[in-house]
T-cell receptor, first 112, second 114 residues
Framework: GESVGLHLPTLSVQEGDNSIINCAYSNSASDYFIWYKQESGKGPQFIIDIRSNMDKRQGQRVTVLLNKTVKHLSLQIAATQPGDSAVYFCAERSFNDYKLSFGAGTTVTVRA | DTAVSQTPKYLVTQMGNDKSIKCEQNLGHDTMYWYKQDSKKFLKIMFSYNNKELIINETVPNRFSPKSPDKAHLNLHINSLELGDSAVYFC?????????????FGPGTRLLVL
């Protein structure tokens, strides 16, 4: 399953399929990007981050891709599991700024 | 071994009351934050303190006053609570001065103003 465009609030994925969550950002000065997962009733939890001098970074079952040319960030989740059901946020930070600016979030629902 | 903890987890109160939310982190971070998450899950920064000094103060009503007694604590006091203050408030911490920008969040305080 894949979310496209500036903002798609929900994404439904079949268990075992790969998920792609997309995020667009507008600040050319952003140099650090991060993905968070928020499960129901909990705080946002760090998944993976990437700096602007990279275009890809891999973690366990997750990959973040950064395209600075079009200001686009994506999170790929391999072999999506029921425990991946959550709201996913992208966030960006400008150089030398303490502040993270969060995207609107995408709710991922995994179908058994 | 909770890294960032908040109390209380739930807070139900009447309009006009004054309430406080407490936050503590045991990560040794210098920087702490308060965020507000509305019913549509949008997360917005409110305040940030670095080494007990206020460094971010977004457009927030002055009924909200943060206080940092030491690096490990950042409390949020809210005066004259209004219905629109109902939300989930998250505390977070990070260590950006050492290149560690990842913010670690607490479990949240669910505030309901009646």
């Amino acid at each position: 399953g894949e979310s496209v465009g500036l903002h798609l609030p929900t994404l439904s994925v079949q268990e075992g399929d790969n998920s792609i969550i997309n995020c667009a950002y507008s600040n050319s000065a952003s140099d650090y990007f991060i993905w968070y997962k928020q499960e129901s009733g909990k705080g946002p939890q760090f998944i993976i981050d990437i700096r602007s001098n990279m275009d890809k970074r891999q973690g366990q079952r997750v990959t973040v891709l950064l395209n600075k040319t079009v200001k686009h960030l994506s999170l790929q989740i391999a072999a999506t599991q029921p425990g991946d059901s959550a709201v996913y946020f992208c966030a960006e930070r400008s150089f030398n700024d303490y502040k993270l600016s969060f995207g609107a979030g995408t709710t991922v629902t995994v179908r058994a | 071994d909770t890294a960032v903890s908040q109390t209380p987890k739930y807070l139900v109160t009447q309009m006009g009351n004054d309430k406080s939310i407490k936050c503590e982190q045991n990560l040794g971070h210098d920087t702490m934050y308060w965020y507000k998450q509305d019913s549509k899950k949008f997360l917005k920064i409110m305040f940030s303190y670095n080494n007990k000094e206020l460094i971010i103060n977004e457009t927030v009503p002055n009924r909200f006053s943060p206080k940092s007694p030491d690096k490990a604590h950042l409390n949020l006091h809210i005066n004259s609570l209004e219905l629109g203050d109902s939300a989930v408030y998250f505390c977070a911490s990070s260590q950006p001065s050492r290149g560690k920008e990842t913010q670690y969040f607490g479990p949240g305080t669910r505030l309901l103003v009646l």
